[in-house]
């Protein structure tokens, strides 16, 4: 590492080291230090995590994929990129080759947000890097997986994805764990997209009901660029707490952030995204749908700040109550700091209707069947921009998820 290079990562780590007992503003607080925060893998692709990477969609084979990304705790068992003008490289590795990499480093989002930003500068464990060059529209999707094995390990992983101009990349993130004791996964995730680029990505979380989980990410935006997240939780983890934060500051750039949540026995979750609408023309849509069973809690959040002239931003929050005792909280916040600003929110909970079931139940079906039916039309992500394969995974997913009720 070149002698500047070692002095801006020292200056990041500076901050860090002083705000590593700062507490989120948002979600639990956790304690940190009960955890360890290296253990290395020396086993090899077992069938057991294949079968989890591919329930959340990740392919171990690579077949069908641009690149392929896979660690297990803080282990990197697979590096690799099949399409030229895709770089697919673990992120020690690209702060070792690249002398331009501060100019994103920490650049979309705070080290010192919190003590979960500051303990992945100070204790990384890993993490990727996903470059696609300027002018590369690639359509198959680039995979990543992040894989939970050991109790007690906190796995605090830097991500950092850009899309130089006019490229187009199409990113599929799975983490999973199996049935573990207490651990951690911190995930921050980096995201710059250039002029006239196009990102879209989608994280299939699905975890064990002892891991609590932090993701921490920041997406810059700049003119007639394009980012759209899509989110799906499918099994409990004990506590999420995620607030995705993009900042369009390009003209007539766009987002839009969805996320489908699944809480069940008594997680504790808490997710939303913020957008803000900084540059002339820019749009933004934050979608929630969030179904809550047991005694489950979960917080939905969206705000959106509007300061570019005519920009335009929309919130839309659904629940639904499959007991009694969870709870879904809806929280929409709207500021306008632009007179040519449009702003709007629509939220709407509750249980599903009981006449639909018998009328499902009166075509023949069981009323299993028919609540199973019920859900699985109010997960429809409805028409979001995604790629075929990646929409086609996302449908196969819910399609199981909605099994379960």
């Known amino acids: 590492?070149?002698?500047?290079?070692?002095?801006?990562?020292?200056?990041?780590?500076?901050?860090?080291?002083?705000?590593?007992?700062?507490?989120?503003?948002?979600?639990?607080?956790?304690?940190?230090?009960?955890?360890?925060?290296?253990?290395?893998?020396?086993?090899?692709?077992?069938?057991?995590?294949?079968?989890?990477?591919?329930?959340?969609?990740?392919?171990?084979?690579?077949?069908?994929?641009?690149?392929?990304?896979?660690?297990?705790?803080?282990?990197?068992?697979?590096e690799s990129s099949f399409h030229e003008g895709v770089e697919v490289l673990p992120i020690f590795k690209a702060l070792e080759l690249y002398d331009w990499i501060s100019d994103y480093?920490?650049?979309?989002?705070?080290?010192?947000?919190?003590?979960?930003?500051?303990?992945?500068?100070?204790?990384?464990?890993?993490?990727?890097?996903?470059?696609?060059?300027?002018?590369?529209?690639?359509?198959?999707?680039?995979?990543?997986?992040?894989y939970?094995?050991?109790?007690?390990?906190?796995?605090?992983?830097?991500?950092?994805?850009?899309?130089?101009?006019?490229?187009?990349?199409?990113?599929?993130t799975g983490?999973?764990?199996?049935?573990?004791?207490?651990?951690?996964?911190?995930?921050?995730s980096e995201f710059y997209v250039k002029r006239g680029g196009k990102l879209t990505y989608t994280m299939i979380h699905s975890w064990s009901e002892s891991v609590d989980v932090r993701p921490r990410t920041g997406v810059l935006l700049e003119d007639d660029a394009s980012f759209t997240s899509v989110y799906?939780?499918?099994?409990?983890?004990r506590t999420i707490q995620m607030m995705p934060?993009?900042?369009?500051?390009?003209?007539?750039?766009?987002?839009?952030?969805?996320?489908?949540?699944?809480?069940?026995?008594s997680s504790v979750i808490d997710v939303g995204g913020e957008a803000h609408l900084n540059g002339s023309g820019?749009?933004?849509?934050?979608?929630?749908?969030?179904i809550a069973k047991d005694d489950a809690n979960v917080v939905s959040r969206g705000v959106i700040v509007g300061k570019g002239c005519n920009c335009r931003g929309h919130l839309e929050c659904r629940g639904m109550l499959l007991s009694s005792k969870a709870v879904i909280r809806a929280i929409p916040q709207l500021d306008a700091r632009n007179a040519?600003?449009?702003?709007?929110?629509?939220?709407?909970?509750?249980?599903?209707?009981?006449?639909?079931?018998?009328?499902?139940?009166s075509r023949g079906f069981s009323e299993e069947e028919a609540v199973s039916i019920i859900v699985r039309g109010f997960m429809d992500i409805g028409p979001v921009n995604l790629p075929p394969l990646l929409s086609r995974y996302v449908g196969w997913i819910l399609d199981n998820v909605s099994k379960k009720f």
């Open 232 to 237: 799906v939780n499918v099994n409990p983890a």
């Open 282 to 290: 820019s749009k933004a849509e934050i979608i929630s749908k969030v």
């Open 340 to 361: 040519s600003a449009i702003l709007s929110h629509e939220a709407a909970i509750g249980r599903f209707s009981e006449d639909e079931i018998y009328y499902l139940m």
């Open 245 to 265: 934060i993009v900042h369009l500051n390009g003209e007539s750039s766009r987002s839009s952030l969805v996320s489908i949540v699944v809480a069940s026995d």
């Open 148 to 172: 939970l094995k050991s109790s007690g390990l906190s796995q605090n992983v830097h991500n950092i994805v850009i899309v130089e101009e006019g490229a187009e990349l199409n990113i599929l």
């Open 105 to 146: 480093y920490w650049k979309a989002l705070d080290v010192d947000i919190d003590k979960f930003t500051a303990i992945t500068e100070l204790k990384c464990s890993g993490g990727v890097f996903i470059r696609v060059k300027s002018g590369v529209k690639v359509e198959l999707p680039v995979q990543a997986c992040f």
């Open 1 to 78: 590492m070149s002698e500047g290079k070692g002095k801006w990562i020292e200056e990041v780590r500076e901050r860090a080291k002083k705000s590593i007992d700062k507490s989120p503003v948002l979600g639990l607080d956790l304690d940190i230090s009960k955890f360890k925060f290296a253990s290395k893998y020396s086993g090899s692709i077992s069938r057991d995590l294949e079968e989890k990477a591919s329930e959340v969609g990740v392919d171990i084979s690579g077949r069908g994929r641009a690149g392929s990304y896979l660690q297990v705790d803080s282990s990197i068992l697979m």
């Open 175 to 188: 983490c999973a764990s199996p049935r573990i004791s207490e651990a951690l996964h911190i995930g921050v």
